[in-house]
Each structure stands twice: as structure tokens, then as C-alpha cells.
């Protein structure tokens, strides 16, 4: 059973793209194995894309819905929507439309930084990796699928609060590190239940942070 959600996972067209670009980019960085900067800038891409879940999540996928109408389309697809449905397929990932051009603008600044191909290849496929475990970790969250580690359960149940008790709370999806430092981890007892956790539309946002 579990080999059809991971068919399924892999063969979704967003994350089929990432994963070849992520398989290309780690086969050219392996090349260099013995290069330990290559190393170091596979580890920053990481990390980079690690601590960059926790502000997108919070401040742009749960933004203040924008007037305009163009933009206001595109954060519903990015994730007003998939708080209306959590468990539709079609909105667990991130769109290529959004992801493509982040890498390719992550990859054009590293180059200007370290004016190095190996380097910007290694970055950038730093990046692709940290984000191939989020979507998984994602999907694992939405889809019936039980995590082998009492970590990845205990991740999906934080996340399944952050949709069925209250949105202001637990945005890290694969980790609770920035949720701890910036104060949005509570125990799920001690916080209300949200009437808007499924439809960030109507929540109320005030004008200077939460």
C-alpha cells in the first residue's frame, strides 16, 4: 500500500520536475565528493530552504488576502485553498510556477556570490532536496499514510492541528524549531479552536502582526 502513495507522490508533475532536477544537479555535485566546499554548500541550501518554511508559511501563504484579483488567484492556489480542502491532491504541492523561478533566482545569487558553477549547483540542489523532504513530509500529513519515525507521526499530528484547531499555530511543517523561537507552538490543549482554520479568507488580520 504504501508503495502506491509513494508512486503517486513521485509521479506528480510538480514533483517529478523537481525530483530530476534534484537527481541532475546531486549527480554533477558528486562528482566533486572530495570538494568540501561542495559539501558546505549543499548543507546551506538546506538549511536555507529549512528556515525559509516557517516565514513563507507564516507571512506570505497566510498573508492578508490581497485586493488585487491576479494576486489574490494566485495565494488561493498556493494555500487559501488548500485549507478549504487539505486533502486534495492537486493543492498538497507547491505549483512549478512558483518553485522554478525561487531556484533559478537562489542559483543567479549564489553565482554572483561565489562566481563558481559547482558551488551554485551544489546550492541549488541543497535547496531542491530540503524542498523534495517538505512536499513529502507534506503530502505524508494529508494523504493515509503512517510515517516509519515517532518523529514524522508526531509531525503530521502538529500539522493536522495547524488545519483542524486553530491556523495561528504550528506552521513548521517538517520541524517545530521556528514555531518554538517565535512563540506559535502551544500545546494543542491549551489553544481554542479556530472557526477559521478552514477558510483563511475570513479570519480576522490585524494591521501590525498577531
Known sequence: MKGTYIKEFLTFPDVTLMSLLFAGGLGY????????????ALGIGM????????????????MKPPKNPVLLRMIK???YDHHVEPNDLHLLFLPVWYSLPQMLVAAGVAYLITSSLLLTVAFTTGILGALLYYEWTHYAAHRPVQPLTPWGRWMK????WHH?????????????????LMGTFKEERDVAKSPTARNLEQREYPDAGM
Do not use: C
Open 29 to 40: 555535485s558528486l562528482f566533486h565528493a572530495d570538494s568540501g566546499s561542495m559539501w558546505l
Open 47 to 62: 538549511v536555507a530552504y529549512i528556515a525559509s518554511e516557517y516565514t513563507t508559511h507564516r507571512f506570505l501563504f497566510h
Open 77 to 79: 492556489r498556493l494555500h
Open 157 to 160: 499530528k502538529v500539522h493536522q
Open 164 to 180: 483542524f484547531k486553530n491556523e495561528n499555530y504550528w506552521y513548521g511543517v517538517t520541524n517545530p524549531a521556528f514555531d518554538l
